[in-house]
């Protein structure tokens, strides 16, 4: 049995779809930072066969969670202090999203003035369908 360390101050992902885990580590930015990550890929669960789980040391500051409810609203978000679980944070699907996903279309202004920010906002809930800012382009996941 694999045996990871709790965390006594942190954030801890859990019910990360297998396989997400390092989706989520490049686009939160988790390697540039300074402090302990440790990446549990396919671990046996009841509810979903086989989940990733992320332990990341320190505060939610590091956290994007508009970045993490992009990727999986269903990762639930737990937050440790004192060894102890001491809030859940459930996600949804943020309402726009910045330089996560990128504009597809030669045409849009975003391929032309390289500076501008990749912006889409939520035009579908149900079908999770994006739209860029500039072009009304479609992006769906």
Known sequence: MLNISGLKEGIVLDHIQAGKSLEIYYNLGLDELDCQVAIIKNARSNKMGRKDIIKIEGGLDHIDLDVLGYIDHNITVNIIR????TEKRA???PKKINNVIHCKNPRCITSIEQELPHEFYLSDEVTET???KYCEEKYTK
């Open 91 to 93: 996600l949804s699907l």
């Open 82 to 85: 004192d060894n102890v679980i």
């Open 130 to 132: 994006y739209r860029c």
